[in-house]
């Protein structure tokens, strides 16, 4: 029987706001800590993980947000 590693993550909260009903978000976007992979929020930004993060608001469903604000980045 082997031990299972658990491989480090960055989380990073965004925090978004349905561009129909004006309702804040926050959004947990967990990154593997690989080598190249973003160490804070700019980074992150640029990096290109965000096209992948999907959205939904729930009280309206509408699938429009804007991105305005992104804390965090601690390992875990």
């Known amino acids: 029987m082997g031990l299972a590693l658990r491989k480090e993550t960055r989380d990073f909260t965004l925090h978004v706001r349905c561009t129909n009903c ?3 978000t926050a ?20 990096s ?14 509408s699938v429009i947000a804007q991105l305005i604000g992104i804390s965090g980045g601690e390992l875990r």
């Open 27 to 46: 959004l947990l976007v967990e990154i593997p800590d690989e080598e190249g992979a973003p160490a804070d929020a700019d980074d992150l930004v640029e």
């Open 48 to 61: 290109g993980c965000l096209e992948h993060v999907r959205f939904q608001c729930g009280p309206c469903e």
């Open 22 to 24: 004006l309702r804040e």
